[in-house]
Structure formats: structure tokens, C-alpha cells
């Protein structure tokens, strides 16, 4: 977990040295949120949405991804979705609860009733006004004079110009004491200008209660009328707007690991919008030599939105929960911040120690983590550097599926004592491993549960984690100290699945249906459709992947840019070798994903200012 923390680290520090402001709130996403191109490019605002079929499509699908991004911050260490507490029940909340009735009933008197001060009943300007307009006309031009006379004094160049240049502008300034006493007196300047004072008052009260009340007509209309007008509620104006569909906003990183080390522990130092019982998980991750990544802050602009009307003089909340208080950070406030920007990584890939096997990686009794995120099991070789690396499941309909669900829980088992720590935060028993059996595995070397359920409460939980030593030597269960960092093993993480049956090496083969040519880099997602078991692999430059597959009924979906989804089923009868065929059609159809790893919010100044 450690170095998926220090990747954070990184781009909040790279974030907050470009374009923070005093009320950025940086906050990490503790949880797995991953969404696809399709997703988030139907948030966009229907005029710049160039194709029909979106658009008809964003009506419908928008609304759920639109409520978990609008998701309202109630803890100051992370940020999750929880569409129960959305920016937009919320803000239509305070509009209806705001007392706009009585403003606007109260400005209506104040605008009956004419200034009798300025203007007489024939609506023609006062003797009082005329004069204060005269006389603040002569204040302004003995001002004018001292500015022009002040110029000249550059060009002057001998004492007796100087002198002359002095006296001059003593004389200046009586003249404008003069003025100024005549504007008071004879102009009723006090009078005046308390009169324009109430006016313009009234004016500040008008346009506040037109941008509030404006607020408030959107949610209304959007009621009282049909789906497509709600949709417009939905919309979300990303910058850059393109960035699902292009390079545009993309940044690549290469963090190496003395940085990781370094920045993990800035992060532990800071402790700063991260949970300490995350910051406690020290997670064995030595064999990751680096951590490469392209990223974007994708800033979030919704037009109906619009926090300045609660900050305004005439703004009145009654409410026993108030709004915010410009430091607190919880449920206990209605709005005390709200998202405003994405922090999204693509393309991971964790660069892996030398050492690594093939074999270590392509294990169909383990799942391989980088933090929430899980990685392909496939064993990934730059040609260029000779590096190994892994690059995490992209495909979002593997990630929720109840197969992962339950692979994730079979890797909770814990057999032994279980000590609670950090409040039931995280709960570990351990078992002591024959030390030969820890040298042979290094990645093994205790029995450890993560309960992450207080930080996630919606889909796709952090997978809790568990290691089990092949036939442990069990002794008394060590009690963990609190305050020390748990120690968890590796990235690869065994599944508790009883005793398998020796499963089959099936080969995959992957062509274009029109050419033959091998398709590289398809994904392929194999889901168990008679038992729990997932694996996420994809081919390689000449089309073809092979991956052991216990016995069993399986379906398998392959996707690729370019080409439509092909989605199928296959059986592994025994343990004989297998090949399988496919061939692709293609069409155009990008798929892209984006993981969510943190989320830039903005805390809100003290409301009701009074």
C-alpha cells in the first residue's frame, strides 16, 4: 500500500505547486474507482456531444456516474464516492430552505418606495442633487490639476523652478480643500451619498436575489418538466473537456524507488488528508523497482452551481445544521467542501525486480495488488531495457463482477486470534512460518487481514489482504502493537481455495477477421461461470497468450480499440493442453479507462458569513 501512497504523495505535491489555492483540500481515494471512457465523456454537456447515439444515451446513463463525482467529502483524510451525500441534493436543499420569499418581498417595498432626495414628484433631478453633482464635478478637476502639475516636476531644472513649482502646488491644494468644503456644504454631499448608499444597496439585494433565485428555477424546471431537461442538471463541464479523447491534459511519470521510499514517508511525516491506519499498513513491496503512470487534474465545472449567492450579506440560514465553518471537515456540516477536480491515472505499469519469474507472476491461485488496484496476471518485458512489469485490469465490468467479489474475500481468511487495531480498522492474526519456508518465499510471511469496509461503503472495496505460508508450524498468535506499522507481505497475494484440481495450459489465439493479421495487446477477461475464479491477460505481438486454467466452465470477453467486443464460452474438460481461436471484427470503439486516485476539493469559507 505504502508505494501506492507515495504515488499519490506525488501528484498532490505536483498538483499543489502549479495551481493550488489557499482553499485547495487535497484528499486520496482510498478505494478502487475506476471509469471508462464511455462513462465520463456522457457527463459532458450535450452540445459537445457530436454523436446522436450518446446523446440519447447520456439521458439514460449519466445520472448515477454524475452523483458519485458530485460525492460531498464528510471525513478530512479521504475522499469517496457516496452518493447519498451529493452536491446536488444539497444545493437544492439550501435553495429551498433559504429564506428568498421574504427577501423578495421586502425588496419590492424598498423599490416602491422612490428616493424623494434625487428626484422630485415630476421624476426631475432635486436642487440638492444638482449641486452635488456641480460641486463634486469642481472637486475632481482641482484633483486633475495636482496630478498634471505633480507630472511636471521631472523636467524642472533649477531651485528657482523648483521653488516657483512648490508654491504653485500649495496653492493647488487650498484650492482643493476649497472645493471639497463647497462640495459638503453647498453640495449636501453627506445626504447624497447616504441616499446612493441605500440605492445601491437595494441594488446588491436585487442581483443577489436574481442569481439565487435563477438557482433555484433550474431544479424546479427540471422537476416539473421531463428527463431531458433533468439531464441538463447532470451535465459536468470537464477542462480539459477532451481529455477521455485524446492526449490532451496527459502527463507521463516515472517514479524509481528510492523516490517512492522517500515519498511514502513524506506522506507518513505529513499525515496530512490520508488515514492514519492506511499510513500503518507497511506493505512489502521491495521487489517494485519502479512505478510508471501518465496522469491529469481534471477540473470539474458545473453550471448550476454556484456558491457565491450563500456568501453574500443577504444570504439567511435558520437551519440547526449549519453549512460550513470554514475549517471543519464532516457530516456535522451540510457543505463543508465540494469536489471540484479529478486526479486520474491511466497506462500503470509497476516495473518489477529482475528476480521475478513468469512463473511467479502466472498463478491461478493468487491475485497481484498495487494498492486497490489489481494486476493482470501476466508477466509484461520491455524489449528495450529488458525490464519486467505488470499493468493493472482495465476492463470495469471485471472489476465489479462477484467473481472478483469473491476472490478478494478468500483472501481474508484469517484462521487464527484476531487482534482488533485502529478500531477495527484493520485486524491481523499471525502465524509464524518455518524459516526455511520464509527464505524459499519471500513474498510470504504472515496471515493478515485488512478490513477497509469503514472506508468504503459502496462498490469495489479495497480487496482485503491475506498471505498463507504453505503448511505453517502454528504457535501462540503474536498481538500486534498499535502503534508499530503491520507489516503485510507481498503483492502477490494467495488465494485460500481448497485443494485444486490440476488445471489445463490453454492457449489463446487472436486474429483480424479480415486479414488474418495477429491482433497485439487484446485483453481478455475469463470469468468462471461454474466456480469463482477470474483471470486478466492479454496477447502478445503475434496474437497469442497462454494462461493455466483449473478445470471448469468459463466465458471469455475479448476487447481491443478498434474492434467490436466478442464475448464467448469455453470448457477445460482435463488437464490436456488447449488452443483457442478467435477472430475479431472490426469497428470503431475506444476503450479507455481512468483510474480515480485522489480528488482535489474545495473547502468552503464560513456560511452564513455572520
Same mark, same amino acid.
Given at each position: 500500500?505504502?508505494?501506492?501512497?507515495?504515488?499519490?504523495?506525488?501528484?498532490?505535491?505536483?498538483?499543489?505547486?502549479?495551481?493550488?489555492?489557499?482553499?485547495?483540500?487535497?484528499? =486520496?481515494?482510498?478505494?478502487?474507482? $475506476?471509469?471508462?471512457?464511455?462513462?465520463?465523456?456522457?457527463?459532458?454537456?450535450?452540445?459537445?456531444? !457530436?454523436?446522436?447515439?450518446?446523446?440519447?444515451?447520456?439521458?439514460?446513463?449519466?445520472?448515477?456516474?454524475?452523483?458519485?463525482?458530485?460525492? $460531498?467529502? %464528510?471525513?478530512?483524510?479521504?475522499?469517496?464516492?457516496?452518493?447519498?451525500?451529493?452536491?446536488?441534493?444539497?444545493?437544492?436543499?439550501?435553495?429551498?430552505?433559504?429564506?428568498?420569499?421574504?427577501?423578495?418581498?421586502?425588496?419590492?417595498? #424598498?423599490?416602491?418606495?422612490?428616493?424623494?432626495?434625487?428626484?422630485?414628484?415630476?421624476?426631475?433631478?432635486?436642487?440638492?442633487?444638482?449641486?452635488?453633482?456641480?460641486?463634486?464635478?469642481?472637486?475632481?478637476?482641482?484633483?486633475?490639476?495636482?496630478?498634471?502639475?505633480?507630472?511636471?516636476?521631472?523636467?524642472?531644472?533649477?531651485?528657482?523652478?523648483?521653488?516657483?513649482?512648490?508654491?504653485?502646488? $500649495?496653492?493647488?491644494?487650498?484650492?482643493?480643500?476649497?472645493?471639497?468644503?463647497?462640495?459638503?456644504?453647498?453640495?449636501?454631499?453627506?445626504?447624497?451619498?447616504?441616499?446612493?448608499?441605500?440605492?445601491?444597496?437595494?441594488?446588491?439585494?436585487?442581483?443577489?436575489?436574481?442569481?439565487?433565485?435563477?438557482?433555484?428555477?433550474?431544479?424546479?424546471?427540471?422537476?416539473?418538466?421531463? #428527463?431531458?431537461?433533468?439531464?441538463?442538471?447532470?451535465?459536468?463541464?470537464?477542462?480539459?473537456?477532451?481529455?477521455?479523447?485524446?492526449?490532451?491534459?496527459?502527463?507521463?511519470?516515472?517514479?524509481?524507488?528510492?523516490?517512492?521510499?522517500?515519498?511514502?514517508?513524506?506522506?507518513?511525516?505529513?499525515?496530512?488528508?490520508?488515514?492514519?491506519?492506511?499510513?500503518?499498513?507497511?506493505?512489502?513491496?521491495?521487489?517494485?523497482?519502479? #512505478?510508471?503512470?501518465?496522469?491529469? &487534474?481534471?477540473?470539474?465545472?458545473?453550471?448550476?452551481?454556484?456558491?457565491? &449567492?450563500?456568501?453574500?450579506?443577504?444570504?439567511?440560514?435558520?437551519?440547526?445544521?449549519?453549512?460550513?465553518?470554514?475549517?471543519?471537515?464532516?457530516?456535522? &456540516?451540510?457543505?463543508?467542501?465540494?469536489?471540484?477536480?479529478?486526479?486520474?491515472?491511466?497506462?500503470?505499469?509497476?516495473?518489477?525486480?529482475?528476480?521475478?519469474?513468469?512463473?511467479?507472476? !502466472?498463478?491461478?491461485?493468487?491475485? %497481484?495488488? &498495487?494498492?486497490?488496484?489489481?494486476?493482470?496476471?501476466?508477466?509484461?518485458?520491455?524489449?528495450?531495457?529488458?525490464?519486467?512489469?505488470?499493468?493493472? #485490469?482495465?476492463?470495469?465490468?471485471?472489476?465489479?463482477?462477484?467473481?472478483?467479489?469473491?476472490?478478494?474475500?478468500?483472501?481474508?481468511?484469517?484462521?487464527?486470534?484476531?487482534?482488533?487495531?485502529?478500531?477495527?480498522?484493520?485486524?491481523?492474526?499471525?502465524?509464524?512460518?518455518?524459516?526455511?519456508?520464509?527464505?524459499?518465499?519471500? !513474498? $510470504?510471511?504472515?496471515?493478515?487481514?485488512?478490513?477497509?469496509?469503514?472506508?468504503?461503503?459502496?462498490?469495489?472495496?479495497?480487496?482485503?489482504?491475506?498471505?498463507?505460508?504453505?503448511?505453517?508450524?502454528?504457535?501462540?498468535?503474536?498481538?500486534?502493537?498499535?502503534?508499530?506499522?503491520?507489516?503485510?507481505?507481498?503483492?502477490?497475494?494467495?488465494?485460500?481455495?481448497?485443494?485444486?484440481?490440476?488445471?489445463?495450459?490453454?492457449?489463446?489465439?487472436?486474429?483480424?477477421?479480415?486479414?488474418?493479421?495477429?491482433?497485439?495487446?487484446?485483453?481478455?477477461? %475469463?470469468?468462471?461461470?461454474?466456480?469463482?475464479?477470474?483471470?486478466?491477460?492479454?496477447?502478445?505481438?503475434?496474437?497469442?497468450?497462454?494462461?493455466?486454467?483449473?478445470?471448469?466452465?468459463?466465458?471469455?470477453?475479448?476487447? =481491443?480499440?478498434?474492434?467490436?467486443?466478442?464475448?464467448?464460452?469455453?470448457?477445460?474438460?482435463?488437464?490436456?493442453?488447449?488452443?483457442?481461436?478467435?477472430?475479431?471484427?472490426?469497428?470503431?470503439?475506444?476503450?479507455?479507462?481512468?483510474?480515480?486516485?485522489?480528488? =482535489?476539493?474545495?473547502?468552503?469559507?464560513?456560511?452564513?458569513?455572520?
Amino acid at each position: 500500500m505504502k508505494y501506492f501512497i507515495a504515488v499519490y504523495q506525488k501528484l498532490k505535491d505536483t498538483y499543489m505547486s502549479q495551481s493550488s489555492m489557499e482553499n485547495d483540500l487535497p484528499m =486520496i481515494c482510498p478505494s478502487l474507482r $475506476v471509469y471508462e471512457n464511455e462513462e465520463l465523456e456522457l457527463l459532458k454537456p450535450q452540445s459537445l456531444l !457530436n454523436d446522436d447515439q450518446k446523446k440519447a444515451l447520456s439521458i439514460i446513463k449519466k445520472q448515477n456516474v454524475a452523483y458519485e463525482l458530485n460525492s $460531498v467529502p %464528510i471525513s478530512p483524510n479521504f475522499w469517496d464516492l457516496n452518493p447519498n451525500n451529493s452536491l446536488f441534493d444539497i444545493y437544492r436543499d439550501i435553495l429551498d430552505k433559504n429564506n428568498l420569499k421574504n427577501l423578495e418581498e421586502n425588496l419590492d417595498k #424598498v423599490v416602491n418606495n422612490q428616493s424623494t432626495i434625487l428626484y422630485d414628484s415630476k421624476n426631475a433631478e432635486t436642487k440638492e442633487f444638482k449641486n452635488y453633482k456641480k460641486y463634486r464635478t469642481a472637486y475632481e478637476e482641482t484633483i486633475n490639476n495636482i496630478a498634471s502639475h505633480l507630472e511636471l516636476f521631472d523636467g524642472l531644472d533649477n531651485d528657482e523652478e523648483k521653488n516657483n513649482w512648490n508654491d504653485k502646488l $500649495v496653492s493647488l491644494n487650498n484650492l482643493k480643500e476649497l472645493a471639497f468644503s463647497e462640495w459638503k456644504i453647498k453640495g449636501s454631499k453627506d445626504l447624497i451619498e447616504k441616499e446612493l448608499g441605500r440605492i445601491n444597496k437595494t441594488s446588491d439585494a436585487d442581483l443577489y436575489l436574481a442569481m439565487a433565485q435563477n438557482a433555484k428555477n433550474i431544479f424546479d424546471a427540471a422537476e416539473k418538466t421531463d #428527463v431531458i431537461n433533468n439531464s441538463s442538471i447532470h451535465d459536468i463541464n470537464f477542462i480539459p473537456y477532451d481529455f477521455m479523447e485524446n492526449e490532451s491534459g496527459w502527463n507521463s511519470m516515472r517514479i524509481e524507488k528510492t523516490e517512492l521510499d522517500k515519498l511514502f514517508q513524506e506522506a507518513k511525516t505529513a499525515n496530512e488528508n490520508l488515514p492514519a491506519e492506511i499510513l500503518s499498513i507497511d506493505y512489502d513491496e521491495s521487489i517494485i523497482e519502479a #512505478v510508471e503512470l501518465d496522469y491529469s &487534474f481534471v477540473h470539474l465545472k458545473r453550471n448550476w452551481f454556484n456558491k457565491n &449567492f450563500m456568501m453574500s450579506d443577504w444570504f439567511e440560514w435558520n437551519e440547526t445544521k449549519k453549512i460550513s465553518d470554514g475549517q471543519t471537515i464532516s457530516n456535522d &456540516f451540510k457543505l463543508p467542501a465540494f469536489p471540484k477536480t479529478m486526479i486520474l491515472i491511466k497506462n500503470l505499469k509497476i516495473v518489477l525486480n529482475s528476480s521475478i519469474t513468469n512463473d511467479t507472476v !502466472n498463478n491461478p491461485n493468487q491475485l %497481484i495488488y &498495487f494498492g486497490p488496484l489489481i494486476m493482470k496476471q501476466q508477466l509484461f518485458v520491455n524489449k528495450n531495457n529488458n525490464q519486467k512489469f505488470l499493468k493493472a #485490469v482495465t476492463n470495469v465490468r471485471t472489476i465489479k463482477s462477484d467473481q472478483l467479489n469473491t476472490l478478494t474475500r478468500k483472501t481474508a481468511i484469517a484462521e487464527n486470534t484476531k487482534s482488533s487495531v485502529q478500531n477495527d480498522f484493520i485486524e491481523k492474526s499471525a502465524v509464524q512460518p518455518e524459516a526455511e519456508s520464509l527464505k524459499a518465499t519471500p !513474498n $510470504v510471511a504472515f496471515n493478515n487481514t485488512i478490513n477497509m469496509n469503514v472506508l468504503n461503503s459502496a462498490r469495489n472495496l479495497r480487496p482485503v489482504t491475506t498471505i498463507i505460508t504453505p503448511q505453517p508450524q502454528p504457535i501462540k498468535p503474536v498481538q500486534p502493537n498499535p502503534v508499530a506499522p503491520i507489516k503485510i507481505p507481498g503483492i502477490f497475494i494467495p488465494i485460500t481455495y481448497p485443494v485444486q484440481p490440476t488445471g489445463a495450459n490453454v492457449q489463446f489465439k487472436v486474429f483480424d477477421k479480415i486479414n488474418n493479421d495477429p491482433v497485439y495487446k487484446c485483453s481478455i477477461s %475469463i470469468k468462471g461461470t461454474n466456480n469463482s475464479r477470474i483471470f486478466e491477460i492479454e496477447t502478445n505481438e503475434i496474437g497469442i497468450i497462454s494462461q493455466v486454467i483449473p478445470i471448469g466452465e468459463y466465458s471469455i470477453e475479448l476487447r =481491443i480499440d478498434d474492434y467490436a467486443v466478442l464475448n464467448q464460452n469455453f470448457s477445460v474438460a482435463n488437464t490436456t493442453p488447449l488452443n483457442l481461436e478467435y477472430r475479431l471484427q472490426r469497428e470503431e470503439v475506444k476503450f479507455k479507462s481512468f483510474f480515480l486516485i485522489g480528488m =482535489i476539493c474545495e473547502r468552503m469559507p464560513k456560511i452564513p458569513i455572520y
